[in-house]
């Protein structure tokens, strides 16, 4: 089993900046994958950005190069850090990993989602 614990939601002015940070803990071998989805109210969950293996990240279409995300390996926590943030950007933001576990398959999990609203 695989835990993972966000932070960082607020409530932000149009304009301003967050930092979203994910933990990983449990038992597994290696994480394949981790980053970020998010849903907004009546919309379907998305692609924020994410950590394929090695690979440089993954962005969705509509961050537009306002978000970067960042890791530490280590501690197997990932980072999003969100720029210029517009009420649109309105949504429950989702923590994903996919493991290599100790069942000697491939797992995935999601966070609890942390709220993140832009409004003035």
């Known amino acids: 089993q695989v835990q993972l614990v966000e932070s960082g939601g607020d409530l932000v002015q149009p304009g301003g900046s967050l930092r979203l940070s994910c933990a990983a803990s449990?038992?597994?071998?290696?994480?394949?994958?981790m980053g970020w989805y998010r849903q907004a109210p009546g919309k379907q969950r998305e692609l924020v950005a994410t950590?394929?293996?090695?690979?440089?990240?993954n962005y969705g279409s509509s961050i537009q190069g306002r978000f970067t995300i960042s890791s530490d390996s280590r501690k197997h926590t990932v980072y999003l850090h969100l720029n210029k943030l517009e009420p649109g950007d309105t949504a429950v933001y989702y923590c994903?990993?996919?493991?290599?576990?100790?069942?000697?398959?491939?797992?995935?999990?999601w966070g609890q989602g942390t709220q993140v609203t832009v409004s003035s």
């Open positions: 994903y990993v996919r493991v290599y576990g100790i069942s000697y398959n491939y797992d995935h999990y």
């Open positions: 449990g038992r597994f071998f290696r994480i394949a994958t």
């Open positions: 950590f394929i293996n090695d690979d440089p990240p």
